[in-house]
């Protein structure tokens, strides 16, 4: 059985008018083509500006995450994406 890898997607917005909401919207739909979407969070990061970063169980035997963070940094609105914190699951 292939382990599962917990995964951190930090999207990055254009700009402080970018609707997250709508645009977590989208990038969850690109992410639950490959893996299950959790948590979704809104990081600030400066001048009320915010970071989208999702959380995703993903079978390892997937591999990259690199088409998942092309897809989404092509969305508008879309600064950039990509892939902080990968994590292997323990089977119980």
Do not use: H, W
């Not at 979407?37 to 997937?62: H, N, Q, R």
């Not at 998942?68 to 914190?85: H, K, M, N, P, Y």
């Amino acid at each position: 059985m292939a382990s599962r890898v917990v995964l951190t997607f930090s999207i990055m917005p254009e700009s402080v008018e970018v609707n997250l909401e709508k645009l977590a919207e989208k990038i969850k739909e690109i992410i639950s083509k490959e893996a299950e979407v959790g948590k979704i969070d809104y990081k600030p990061v400066a001048f009320g500006l915010k970071s989208i970063e999702i959380m995703a169980i993903m079978d390892e035997s997937k591999g990259s995450t690199e088409k998942i963070e092309q897809e989404i940094s092509e969305l508008e609105g879309v600064s950039s994406a990509e892939v902080t914190d990968v994590r292997r699951t323990v089977d119980v």
